[in-house]
């Protein structure tokens, strides 16, 4: 994050982590392929986290509320990991990755949209009534997502060095507008 991830080089990373080249390459094979793997995991922990904030005894819309929720905690915990997933995000085309790491990444986001960790709340709430939203629960799944992270990546991008914590009435009002798109319903004042 210090430097940048296209001018990191496995020397930084050799060095910073206290190991040799020969061990970074007995799990590696490129610096392309540890930004790929850390990008991966950052992802599958940030789902991870947010599915478990939900139980199965809430409906649909209090399960999303309450994964919107946690995932807002989790950006204010965690800001580094959004700014990588950023960071990745933006310079993923200027990346020289081999074929097989970018189908390896394509699949990857292929199965997280088709497997979206959204889906059992969205799916419940049409389901019970408490989502009434004309969209495929799949695409709704999947704005929810871009818009969600947009708007956290945003705000760790934007918040002060001086200052750890995010917007949280920009944030809580954000969550609520979502809610409102989602769920069909008037906004209280």
């Not at 946690?70 to 990755?97: G, K, S, T």
Request: proline share 3%.
């Amino acid at each position: 994050m210090k430097y940048g991830l296209l001018q990191v080089k496995i020397k930084d990373v050799c060095t910073k982590a206290e190991l040799s080249r020969v061990t970074f390459y007995k799990h590696f094979q490129s610096m392309d392929e540890l930004l790929l793997a850390i990008q991966m995991q950052l992802i599958e922990h940030l789902t991870d986290e947010v599915s478990r904030a939900s139980t199965k005894d809430l409906n649909g819309r209090e399960q999303l509320t309450v994964m919107l929720n946690a995932w807002v905690v989790y950006a204010e915990n965690h800001p580094d990991y959004i700014r990588f997933i950023q960071l990745f995000d933006i310079n993923y085309e200027m990346y020289d990755f081999s074929p097989e790491l970018r189908e390896e990444y394509d699949k990857f986001n292929q199965n997280g949209k088709e497997n979206h960790f959204l889906m059992d709340a969205l799916s419940q709430g049409d389901v019970d009534g408490s989502i009434k939203n004309p969209s495929p629960p799949l695409d709704l799944a999947q704005f929810i997502f871009t818009t969600m992270m947009g708007m956290l990546q945003r705000m760790v991008t934007i918040r002060g060095a001086h200052d750890n914590s995010l917007d949280m009435r920009m944030t809580e009002q954000f969550v609520k507008m979502l809610l409102h798109f989602v769920c069909s319903e008037e906004i209280p004042e």
